[in-house]
């Protein structure tokens, strides 16, 4: 069992930046892929960025490629997205999730996410 808590979102101007943090709780992550997905009004989640705990492996949306970066702190058992050149169609609810033994061809696939914290507001607007 993991347990996840989003923290950090918040209103911004097109172009500027935001880091959200998810501190993660329960059992060890050693074994684990954290990931980051979002839900636009009207929209269908969609897989944002992924790190798999123990070797760093990192794979991110076709949509934030280039923007967003994705990070981990072992130490505080945290999992960072920072998120540059925002852009109105970047508002959603952000979602960290937790899933177990990802290969890198599933760690985008949102239905493998066991665990998922209750999500984080990102508003882009002028």
């Known amino acids: 069992q993991v347990q996840l808590v989003e923290s950090g979102g918040g209103s911004v101007q097109p172009g500027d930046s935001l880091r959200v943090a998810c501190a993660a709780s329960?059992?060890?992550?050693?074994?684990?892929?954290l990931g980051w997905f979002r839900q636009g009004p009207g929209k269908e989640r969609e897989f944002v960025a992924a790190?798999?705990?123990?070797?760093?492996?990192?794979v991110y949306g076709d949509s934030v490629k280039g923007r967003y970066a994705i990070s981990r702190d072992k130490a505080k058992n945290t999992v960072y997205l920072q998120m540059n050149s925002l852009k109105p169609e970047d508002t959603a609810v952000y979602y960290c999730?937790?899933?177990?033994?990802?290969?890198?061809?599933?760690?985008?696939?949102?239905?493998?996410?066991?665990?998922w914290g209750q999500g984080t507001q990102v508003t882009v607007s002028s």
């Open positions: 999730a937790a899933r177990a033994r990802a290969i890198i061809s599933s760690m985008s696939m949102l239905r493998g996410y066991d665990y």
């Open positions: 329960g059992d060890t992550l050693r074994s684990y892929t």
């Open positions: 790190i798999r705990w123990n070797d760093g492996a990192i």
